[in-house]
Every structure is written in C-alpha cells, then in structure tokens.
C-alpha cells in the first residue's frame, strides 16, 4: 500500500514470519522545493500517541535530518515531547520496543552556501548529541547511535548511506530485538 506522500507508506511483508514494515513521513519542517499538500502528515507525538503497540512492535524513530533548520532549543522541546509520548505509549502497550536513531554525516555536493549553512554535519551532529542526552539514560528507549559509525564508512559521505552502513544498522537493530 502506497499513498500520497506523507501518508503511510507499507515497505514490506512477510507472511512466512508475520513480519509488517511501514513508514510514516512525518510533519514540519519539511525540506522540499516545491509545494507540498499536508494532509495525512502527523507530528511524530500524536503518530505514538495513535498507536497501539505491544511485545510484537518495534518502533524505530529517526529524528535528525529535517530538523537542521530548526534551532536546537526548538528540537529540544521536541525531542522532550516525544520521549513523554514514549511514555504514555510504553504506559498503555507494555512490551514495546522503542528505538531512537541518532544522524548520518550528509554528502556535500552542489556547492550552494545554503545547504552548506543549513544542512551541515556540525548541526546534524548537534541534533545526535541532543537525542543522547535525552534518551540516553532512559530505559524504556534504545538509542541507536549510527553517527561514529557513518563518520568512518569506506563509501562516500550520504544522508542515504550506501548498503554496507545500512546492513550495519539493521544489525545493531537486531542484536536489541533478537539478542539470542
């Protein structure tokens, strides 16, 4: 099932291991050129605040890349309002599993001054330093911390990293959810 765009997006399933993957685009700021309709697009507190979970839902958030033309303290509150979300959710549905990805280093191509200043890896990795200091220490999330990781890949610099860092990723993924 896909929909328009900011609307759920089903990636992928697996009937053999009941195994449903779907993404959700989420709300301002985003970082697009042309016009954009908002409908069907939700602020990542009420999308966890919609859910039901349960010991058999795994939901991992990346809250990073739009962000970097947002001012720190804006994120903050925004990081805060979301680990309250967390909370209510873990409240309701025990047992699920939540995990928070920190930021990639980007490629800088192009040469334009404003993705240079708005885009930049300092202000994606103060946004990593700011999603450790908030969840860090809480136990009820899982911060998948990809930075260090991203900064030492052999391939090139993308906010899309290339395969190898993706299947690094999903194995750091899966050492939290199948530890046996």
């Known amino acids: 099932m896909v929909r328009a765009f900011g609307e759920v997006f089903q990636v992928g399933n697996n009937l053999q291991w009941n195994i449903s993957v ?7 700021p985003v970082q697009l050129r042309a016009w954009v309709n908002f409908h069907g697009y939700h602020y990542t507190v009420d999308e966890l605040d919609a859910t039901q979970g349960g ?8 809250l990073w890349s739009h962000f970097t033309k947002e001012p720190l303290d804006m994120i903050r509150s925004r990081l805060y309002a979301i680990r309250g979300a967390i909370h209510r959710l873990l409240r309701r549905s025990p047992g699920t599993r939540v995990f928070v990805r ?7 191509k192009g040469g334009l001054l ?3 200043l708005l885009n930049s890896d300092w202000l994606a990795y103060e946004i990593t330093e700011a999603i450790r200091e908030i969840f860090r220490a809480d136990p009820d999330v899982v911060v998948l911390d990809t930075w260090d990781m991203s900064v030492c890949q052999p391939g090139e610099d993308n906010v899309h990293p290339d395969q190898t860092m993706v299947d690094n990723q999903l ?10």
């Open 55 to 62: 010991p058999n839902m795994v939901i991992v958030l990346s």
């Open 22 to 28: 779907r993404f959700r685009f989420h709300h301002l």
């Open 171 to 180: 194995n750091r993924l899966f050492s939290h959810i199948c530890p046996n």
């Open 102 to 108: 920190t930021g990639t280093t980007r490629q800088h």
């Open 114 to 116: 404003e993705y240079y």
